[in-house]
T-cell receptor, first 116, second 118 residues
C-alpha cells in the first residue's frame, strides 16, 4: 500500500533563510506527487505537483520541489522564506484505487514556524 | 462559485445524533472526494465519486458513514449515531475528471467542516 512520510513534525526558520521540507513516499508504480499548504482555518491549497517529465517542479509562492526516484523523495524548497509562509505543509501521493477511482494519501504534515 | 464550498463550517452535536455535511464542488468537476482530518494528522481518504456513483468507498470507517451525490454535483456526507471519535475536520475536494481518467488531474479542496461530537 502507498504511504507518505514527512519526518519533520515542526521546523523553525528565520525570515529570509532557505527552507527544505522532506517527503518520502512508498508506492509501487509511477507516483503522482503533490505539495499542499494549509493555513489556520483555511483549506488545503495546492503549491505544486509532479506527474512526469522534468523532475524539478516550480510552484506558486516561489516554491519548488525535486522528484528523486532513486531516493523515493519529493522535497519542497524555497530559497528565501517570508513570514507569511508559516503554515502546515502536506506532501501527498496520488494513486489509483478501486476501478477508476483515484485518491490522495497524505503525510502527517510539517508545521513551519518563521521567526522575524 | 470559484471554489469548493462546504457547509456548515462548524457543527457541534451530541453523541448519538445524526449529522449531514454538504459539499458544493467546482462547477463542471465530475470527480468528488471526501477526506477526514483528525487533529495533528494529514487528511485521510473516505470516499470518491465519479459522477453520481461512489467509485471507491474503501475509506469509510464503518456503516454509520455514507455519502450521496444524486445529481452528480452537490454531495452530502451523512453520519449516523455520532461518536466522540468522529470529531474531526471533514474536507471535500473536487477535480475535473479523476486521476484514473486524466493523469494530470488535480484535486481542489474546500475549507472543511469542523465536526465536534460532545
Amino acid at each position: 500500500a502507498q504511504s507518505v512520510t514527512q519526518p519533520d513534525i515542526h521546523i523553525t526558520v528565520s525570515e529570509g533563510a532557505s527552507l527544505e521540507l522532506r517527503c518520502n513516499y512508498s508506492y509501487g508504480a509511477t507516483p503522482y506527487l503533490f505539495w499542499y499548504v494549509q493555513s489556520p482555518g483555511q483549506g488545503l491549497q495546492l503549491l505544486l505537483k509532479y506527474f512526469s517529465g522534468d523532475t524539478l517542479v516550480q510552484g506558486i509562492k516561489g516554491f519548488e520541489a525535486e522528484f528523486k526516484r532513486s531516493q523515493s523523495s519529493f522535497n519542497l524548497r524555497k530559497p528565501s522564506v517570508h513570514w507569511s509562509d508559516a503554515a502546515e505543509y502536506f506532501c501527498a501521493v496520488g494513486t489509483l484505487g478501486t476501478g477508476t477511482a483515484s485518491k490522495l494519501t497524505f503525510g502527517t504534515g510539517t508545521r513551519l514556524q518563521v521567526t522575524l | 462559485g470559484a471554489g469548493v464550498s462546504q457547509t456548515p463550517s462548524n457543527k457541534v452535536t451530541e453523541k448519538g445524533k445524526y449529522v449531514e455535511l454538504r459539499c458544493d464542488p467546482i462547477s463542471g468537476h465530475t470527480a468528488l472526494y471526501w477526506y477526514r482530518q483528525s487533529l495533528g494528522q494529514g487528511p485521510e481518504f473516505l470516499i470518491y465519486f465519479q459522477g453520481t456513483g461512489a467509485a471507491d468507498d474503501s475509506g469509510l470507517p464503518n456503516d454509520r458513514f455514507f455519502a450521496v451525490r444524486p445529481e452528480g454535483s452537490v454531495s452530502t456526507l451523512k453520519i449516523q449515531r455520532t461518536e466522540r471519535g468522529d470529531s474531526a475536520v471533514y474536507l471535500c475536494a473536487s477535480s475535473l475528471k479523476g486521476l484514473a481518467v486524466t493523469s494530470t488531474d488535480t484535486q481542489y479542496f474546500g475549507p472543511g467542516t469542523r465536526l465536534t461530537v460532545l
